[in-house]
């Protein structure tokens, strides 16, 4: 049961190129999530997708896009990558949107941008 | 808004016990605890629901005020295992997302 797989692991660009994290799930959640972790911030929440079909902004979605391809997979792409989009990025899934389910997180992708 | 969590830091020798706290400026409806190791993912200690109980397993306990939306974590007799960095994340509706605090960072030491 490999539960959430997040591609690529380590990743390092140029400013101004574009790039997709993929995330998959395969506990059958209906909920995706991605949040970013930079040192004193904690985790934020960039965009969200509480049912196939839906996505919602988060706290910090500025730069980014994300697709929800079918239930089990949910992309974030940065079109124009900056510095400040450095950071380890952390896709999430669980059951429902109720509180009594608890987040399941991927390893997480590391990107550097130069 | 993301809740806000004290203290940043706790040093700890084996066997103490602490406390960590997390308040919201929102109403919740739920708040949970999650635990991240250096360079891991963060994995899930304990949920609070409105309404609910205080929760525990082991001796790790929480609880949920929700007339002062503040929630407090608490590690008793800690162990070396206890040692990384606990965040709570709070849902202000079911079915909305969670909102992660800032951190805070347990180091257990012999």
């Known amino acids: 049961n490999a539960g959430v797989t997040q591609t690529p692991k380590f990743q390092v660009l140029k400013t101004g190129q574009s790039m997709t994290l993929q995330c998959a799930q395969d506990?059958?959640?209906?909920?995706m999530y991605w949040y970013r972790q930079d040192p004193g911030m904690g985790l934020r929440l960039i965009y969200y997708s509480a049912s196939e079909g839906t996505t919602d902004k988060g706290e910090v979605p500025n730069g980014y896009n994300v697709s929800r391809l079918n239930k089990r997979e949910f992309s974030l792409r940065l079109e124009s990558a900056a510095p400040s989009q450095t950071s380890v990025y952390f896709c999430?899934?669980?059951?429902?949107?109720?509180?009594?389910?608890?987040?399941?997180f991927g390893a997480g992708s590391r990107l550097t941008v130069l | 808004q993301q809740p806000v969590q004290s203290p940043q830091a706790v040093i700890l020798r084996e066997g103490e016990d602490a406390v960590i706290n997390c308040s919201s400026s929102?109403?919740?409806?739920?708040v949970h605890w999650y635990r991240q190791k250096h360079g891991e993912a963060p994995v899930f200690l304990m949920i609070l629901l409105k309404g609910g109980e205080q929760k525990g397993h082991d001796k790790i306990s929480a609880s949920f005020n929700e007339k002062k939306q503040q929630s407090s974590l608490y590690l008793t007799a800690s162990q070396l295992s206890y040692s990384g960095t606990y965040f709570c994340?709070?849902?202000?509706?079911?079915?909305?997302?969670?909102?992660f605090g800032k951190g805070t960072t347990l180091s257990v030491s012999s």
């Open positions: 929102k109403a919740l409806y739920s």
């Open positions: 999430a899934s669980r059951a429902g949107g109720s509180g009594a389910n608890v987040l399941t």
């Open positions: 994340g709070t849902e202000a509706q079911a079915g909305t997302a969670l909102i």
């Open positions: 506990m059958n959640h209906n909920s």
